[in-house]
Each structure stands twice: as structure tokens, then as C-alpha cells.
Nanobody, 125 residues
């Protein structure tokens, strides 16, 4: 069983930056692909970014390309999401997730087996 704990959310002005962290425990972190998703009020959960188990392959939703960077440190069992040039429409609860068979990245929620509790990101205009 893998436990995931997100941190780093908060309130930021438009144009600002935040770095989210997701600390994993209870499993072999380096074997899992990791992903970030978000859910805004009244909207469905959507994919943000994903990374394979080695960190050598990543994928981004169009909304975050050029602004967001996903990375991981397998020595620290942590995955990160660096978010720059934030916009009010980035406001959401951000969740990290872990998928077994981590040789590739995944951009669908059902491909992930474990989820964190989420961290709120609010971008003011």
C-alpha cells in the first residue's frame, strides 16, 4: 500500500509560481509512474502532468505545457510539480497519484492505483 502526501499549495497572485511536492511511503517509489491531476469546483478531475519511474519521460496537458514541470527524486521518494506563470484558471485542488508498471507515463485517472488527499492552489487575479 502506497501513501501519498501532497504539500506546497497556497494562495498566489497571477503570474506567480508554486512548487508542489508529493511524498510517498509504503512502497517502492522508484517502480511507480507518478502523475498530477487537478479538480476545480464544479468541474471534473483533469490530468496535469505525468512522469515515468526513472524520470526520463514526461507528459503534460496542453494547459500546462511551457509553464509546468514535473520531476522526481527517487532518493527522496518525492515527485514535484513546478508551476510558473500561474493563471486564475489554474485554481484547483491538486492531487498526486501513483501507478504500478511505471515504465511509461499515464494520463488517465483510472490508470493510477493510489491517490493523495490533495492540496489547494488558489491563483488570484
Amino acid at each position: 500500500q502506497v501513501q501519498l502526501v501532497e504539500s506546497g499549495g497556497g494562495l498566489v497572485q497571477a503570474g506567480g509560481s508554486l512548487r508542489l511536492s508529493c511524498a510517498a511511503s509504503g512502497g517502492i517509489f522508484s517502480s511507480y509512474a507518478m502523475g498530477w491531476f487537478r479538480q476545480a469546483p464544479g468541474k471534473e478531475r483533469e490530468f496535469v502532468a505525468a512522469i515515468n519511474r526513472s524520470g526520463g519521460s514526461t507528459n503534460y496537458a496542453d494547459s500546462g505545457k511551457g509553464r509546468f514541470t514535473i520531476s522526481r527524486d527517487n532518493t527522496k521518494n518525492t515527485v514535484y510539480l513546478q508551476m510558473n506563470s500561474l493563471k486564475p484558471e489554474d485554481t484547483a485542488v491538486y492531487y498526486c497519484a501513483a501507478a504500478p508498471f511505471g515504465g511509461s507515463w499515464y494520463n488517465k485517472g483510472h490508470q493510477y492505483s493510489y491517490w493523495g488527499q490533495g492540496t489547494q492552489v488558489t491563483v488570484s487575479s
